[in-house]
């Protein structure tokens, strides 16, 4: 949907809702009809208190009294079936709405490089996908015909004043219109940047509360404050700044609409004393009297109207955010998709720099590695090894050059294809809430229970299952149910036993709770590499001595390339590396013996 970027929230709305968009007219409608039978009981009321002050005081004359009082009562019952009505429409509608947003988010993120959704954090993106279209259907469903009848009453009430007494129905409006003009202030183009700026401000001030709550244990262990999370206090001072400057931009406004709005009824006052200083007559008295009962109605439907506009400035927000996400571009997939010959890499002249970031993360990096050759990155932290391997899986499209994989462009390759060739085991390994078996066929979705438990035993993951008297049926993330990062990983690479693709891209865990945890994923990492072409990240050396070829990476460069003993012979960064990570291996051995 590109086109209706530039179209205003509403007929963004009705695109959306398709043929439902006939269920919103239809609740505008009887929305509307419902406001003007909502306003009859009261002509009605006004008919019984003047039949009783005309009879006044022989009431067995007043006949009309019950006829009229029952007329009230079907008029209100009827307005509110009808109103009912059109709310049942706008529900269906907005539910429409919803559900056909969300389904148009999720299909474009599912199009997204899955670098940029790593980047994000899916949490982000959920917000977006869930809040903007929630928004949404509480307009429709509830403040678009609230709308209708705010725009009807008004309209109704002003004929009925004028129809009475214009003379009292005008000197009413008079302040009904400057409460009505000093809302238009609360309104407009600067109160929607406004707005922005407060779901910005609230949204940053949310993601820094996460992270702090995260990094609670650190601040206790260190006996920090929270002005160690800079970022966090400056969210809440930035916050505290526009509430403050809002609320006082928004008093005189909110107290000459609040002034004028209430001040109806001394408009009614006004006209008391100057239409009854030549003599009060009971049509004047009947007149104030309807003025007395309806005006009210008017304050309120100021109210709405005024309410009605700052949701409208909420969905306008929650559109735009939805397009920000939709404006993120997809990966583009190949009119001819090739496959691959075999498990190859080769990556040709690669340059390549993240969305918002201002240097390179990785420039000019050529490397070939063979069919099954098992590879290892090496470098120092930021030096760009989980940027290189996340290209190789076309987590991100490279700016310059080339990766082919089994000779192919793998922006030739369809998504579908790549994914079949390449598993990445990430060092956060991200399970699912759902049972172990199910996590684990995700790999594969057809493998049969016999399978996963051979995938399951690969990876070393028999004594987790036992641990568990559901077995492979235990539901991760129910209560009870623990699993360590290490252990986590241990069935994510049961996963990747399952899909058994050519090439492996092993982010080894940084730090193991225990030795005995370790020992696991290395044999199983062993066993899985095992004919394949595997590229490991490295961050502890002992892994990687029986590598075909260390790249180590310094500055999104590679610095140094070859097999231990060629880099050691070489006495450069690597053999530098290496005998400060021996030197710290020893002193841990010494600090144990
Ligand atoms: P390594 O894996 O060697 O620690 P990375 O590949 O993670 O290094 O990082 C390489 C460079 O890219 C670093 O300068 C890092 O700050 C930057 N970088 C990594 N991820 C992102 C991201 N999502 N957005 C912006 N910059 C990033």
Known sequence: MKKEKKQSSLSQLLYYAGNHKYLMYASWILATISAFIALMPFYYIWLIIKEIVEVRPDFNNAVNIQTNGWYAVITSFLAYIIYIAGLMCSHKAAFRVQSNMRMEMMNHVMKLPMGYIESQGSGKILKIVSKSSAATETYIAHNLPDKAVSYATPIGLIAMMLFFDWRIGLICLIPALLAFLSMGS??????????????DSLETMSAEAVEYVRGIPVLKTFGQTIYSFKRFKTAIDKYEKWTIAYTISMTMPMVLFTTFSNGIFAAIVICAYVFGGNGVTDMLVFNILFYVIITPILTMTLMKVAYAGESQMIVMDALNRMHELLDVKPLSESDKPQEPADSSICMDNVSFKYPDATENAISNMSMIIKPGQHVAFVGPSGGGKT??????????????????????????????????????????????????????????????????????????????????PDGIHTIIGTEGVFVSGGEAQRLSIARAFLKNAPILILDEATAFADPDNEQKVQQAFAK????????????????????????????????????????????????????????????????AS
């Open 387 to 468: 940027t290189i391997a996340s290209l190789i899986a076309r987590f991100w499209d490279v700016i310059e050059g080339s990766i082919s994989i089994g000779g192919v462009n793998v922006k030739d390759i369809s998504t579908k294809e790549l994914m079949k060739h390449v598993s990445y085991v990430f060092q956060d390994s991200k399970l699912l809430k759902m049972s172990i078996l199910d996590n684990v066929r995700l790999g594969k979705k057809d493998a049969t229970e016999a399978e996963v438990m051979q995938a399951l035993r690969d990876a070393q993951c028999m004594d987790i299952i036992e641990k568990f």
């Open 186 to 199: 609360m309104m407009g183009k600067a109160m929607q940047d406004s707005m922005k700026e407060y779901q």
């Open 528 to 591: 899985l590499s095992k004919d394949k072409t595997v590229i490991m990240i490295a961050h502890r050396l002992s892994t990687v001595v029986d590598v075909d070829c260390i790249y180590v990476l310094n500055n999104g460069q590679i610095q140094e390339s070859g097999t231990h003993k060629e880099l050691l012979a070489v006495g450069g960064i690597y053999s530098h590396m290496w005998n400060e990570y021996n030197k710290t291996i020893k002193w841990k051995v010494g600090k």
